[in-house]
């Protein structure tokens, strides 16, 4: 079992900056590959990002491409999520996820991927 919890939401005006952390517990963090997802009120879960166990490689949906950042401290067992020119569109909870096993490309944006999930952090972006 993989515990996360992710913590830095909150509100931020259009155009401002958040940054989120996950940190993880249980089991040995740098064997898992994490990522993020997002859910807006009444719309599906998203795929935000992705990173690898390593650190090494690294996916983005889209629309945040160039804006947003993810990254790892394995040494801390905790994921990052930096977010920049923020949009009121992104307003959502931000969820991290955790998974073991080798991911395709494909795979990386399905939420069925991903075994362990955190309980999610509210981002609101006002105009």
């Known amino acids: 079992q993989v515990q996360l919890v992710e913590s830095g939401g909150g509100l931020v005006q259009a155009g401002g900056s958040l940054r989120l952390s996950c940190a993880a517990s249980?089991?040995?963090?740098?064997?898992?590959?994490m990522a993020w997802f997002r859910q807006a009120p009444g719309k599906e879960r998203e795929f935000v990002t992705y990173?690898?166990?390593?650190?090494?490689?690294?996916y983005y949906t889209d629309s945040v491409k160039g804006r947003f950042t993810i990254s790892r401290d394995n040494a801390k067992n905790t994921v990052y999520l930096q977010m920049n020119s923020l949009k009121t569109e992104e307003t959502a909870v931000y969820y991290c996820?955790?998974?073991?096993?080798?991911?395709?490309?494909?795979?990386?944006?399905?939420?069925?991927?991903?075994?362990?999930w955190g309980q999610g952090t509210q981002v609101t972006v006002s105009s």
């Open positions: 990173i690898s166990q390593s650190g090494i490689i690294t």
């Open positions: 249980g089991r040995t963090f740098s064997d898992y590959a």
């Open positions: 996820a955790a998974d073991r096993f080798p991911i395709t490309t494909a795979q990386v944006r399905m939420i069925r991927t991903y075994d362990y």
